[in-house]
């Protein structure tokens, strides 16, 4: 059973900068697509940001482009979620998830495995 592990939220001023942790364990990344979704108050889940299973490709919401990336560990089986230049509308729950479908695909029904999530809010 996969199972996966976030850490590193917290309460950051705008304009600064966080990482946030997913530790995999029960397989290797090399079989599936890790992806970081959040979700505000009020609002539904949304894909941030996706990295293949051979860490070759890695996927952006236009809302984030240029200002995040997802680093990536095989030997530590950690996926990380770099986070620069964040705005107040950052604020959320932050998961991450598995699955042996597309990272292309953003709808959160095609991940099988979530972490509990990490708060990240973004305020001064």
């Known amino acids: 059973q996969l199972q996966l592990v976030e850490s590193g939220g917290g309460l950051v001023q705008p304009g600064g900068s966080l990482r946030l942790s997913c530790a995999v364990s029960g397989s290797t990344l090399d079989y599936y697509n890790i992806g970081w979704f959040r979700q505000a108050p009020g609002k539904e889940r949304e894909g941030v940001s996706c990295i293949s299973s051979s860490g070759g490709s890695a996927y952006f919401a236009d809302s984030v482009k240029g200002r995040f990336t997802i680093p990536r560990s095989g030997a530590k089986n950690m996926v990380y979620l770099q986070m620069n230049s964040l705005k107040p509308e950052d604020t959320g729950v932050y998961y991450c998830?598995?699955?042996?479908?597309?990272?292309?695909?953003?709808?959160?029904?095609?991940?099988?495995?979530w972490g509990q999530g990490t708060q990240v809010t973004v305020s001064s």
């Open positions: 998830a598995a699955t042996r479908g597309p990272c292309s695909s953003w709808s959160p029904y095609n991940y099988d495995y």
